[in-house]
């Protein structure tokens, strides 16, 4: 897939935005011809040097930007040219979801596993111990704390759940 026809994905769109923010946006939507430097970014695109450092550091960090480092002779000074490398964004996405699917299993174990309570005047939520230390009262208004059914929470996640099985084609017994 060409870095333009990347770019024109939604899901990518919103992959790239979650990383590098709102300010770093224009820099990962800023398609390069080969090789680019930090400041010709900033230059380009009318942004904070830092803004566009940050934004690259980012995509290096997750694998979707490089660079190389040359030294000036005279001055000693570091350049680095960076070239982004979106053909990894499908196998950082998986990666994602493969992280996202063993959060929801833990913490929908976790549900499962425990007894809660609610400060419906708060809407602060305690673990059965936590609630049995405070008498069942909330330690910030004093109202009861009412036992808490979590089935809904624990439905939603096991529809996500499935959904990333289905996405991953992965055969799961939950």
């Known amino acids: 897939m060409a870095f333009e026809e990347y770019l024109e994905d939604p899901v990518i769109q919103k992959y790239l935005h979650e990383l590098v923010g709102p300010t770093g946006m224009p820099v990962a939507a800023a398609p390069p011809d080969g090789e ?13 040097l830092n803004d566009v ?3 690259l550091f ?13 030294r000036d002779e005279d001055s000693g000074w570091l350049t680095y040219l ?3 490398e979106y053909d990894n964004i499908p196998e950082q996405l998986e990666s994602e979801m493969y992280d996202l699917h063993a959060a ?3 913490r929908r174990e976790y549900e499962l596993d425990h007894e809660f ?6 809407g602060i939520r305690f673990e059965f111990g936590d ?3 405070y008498g069942f009262e909330c330690p910030d208004c004093g109202s009861s704390l009412e036992a808490m059914e979590n089935t809904a929470l624990i439905d939603s996640m096991d529809e996500r759940i499935d959904e990333l ?9 939950t």
Do not use: H, K, P, Q
């Open 36 to 48: 680019v430097t930090d400041e010709e970014l900033a230059e380009e695109l009318g942004l904070e």
């Open 53 to 55: 450092r940050r934004a």
């Open 58 to 70: 980012i995509l290096y960090e997750n694998d979707l930007a490089s660079y190389r480092r040359l």
């Open 82 to 84: 960076w070239t982004f």
């Open 104 to 106: 929801l299993d833990e």
């Open 117 to 122: 309570y609610l400060c419906e005047n708060c």
């Open 131 to 133: 609630a049995m230390d």
């Open 165 to 173: 099985e289905s996405e991953l084609n992965l055969d799961i017994e």
